[in-house]
């Protein structure tokens, strides 16, 4: 069956960076768009940054713009999230995600199809 399983998540100091990862299975990352989102405590569910089946184009939220970096590696079927200059702000659970090669909701949790996890991302000042 279809899975995505994260890792990479720690606990950092603010201007500290991390690089989350996502293998799949039991699908092909390549036919798909893959995303990462966020959850952090008290708030909702939020979009993080997504990548086109080609890896040609990437989107990102306003407030990790520049320094969040979004990668897919097909044939590895995985994806990565390289964080930069982390911020207390970033602390949630960071949760990738598939969905259709043409999703009309590329920015919203209803546009993808399969979750992982998560894993828990800690920022502190």
């Known amino acids: 069956q279809a899975r995505l399983v994260e890792s990479g998540g720690g606990l950092v100091q603010a201007g500290g960076s991390l690089r989350l990862s996502c293998e799949a299975s039991?699908?092909?990352?390549?036919?798909?768009?893959m995303g990462w989102f966020r959850q952090a405590p008290g708030k909702e569910r939020e979009y993080v940054a997504h990548?086109?089946?080609?890896?040609?184009?990437?989107f990102y939220t306003d407030s990790v713009r520049g320094r969040f970096t979004i990668s897919r590696d097909n044939a590895r079927n995985a994806l990565y999230l390289q964080m930069n200059g982390l911020k207390p702000e970033d602390t949630a659970v960071y949760y990738c995600?598939?969905?259709?090669?043409?999703?009309?909701?590329?920015?919203?949790?209803?546009?993808?199809?399969?979750w992982g996890q998560g894993t828990q991302v800690t920022v502190s000042s």
């Open positions: 990548i086109t089946w080609t890896g040609g184009s990437t």
């Open positions: 995600a598939a969905g259709p090669r043409y999703s009309a909701y590329p920015t919203k949790e209803k546009g993808y199809n399969y």
């Open positions: 039991g699908l092909t990352s390549s036919s798909y768009i």
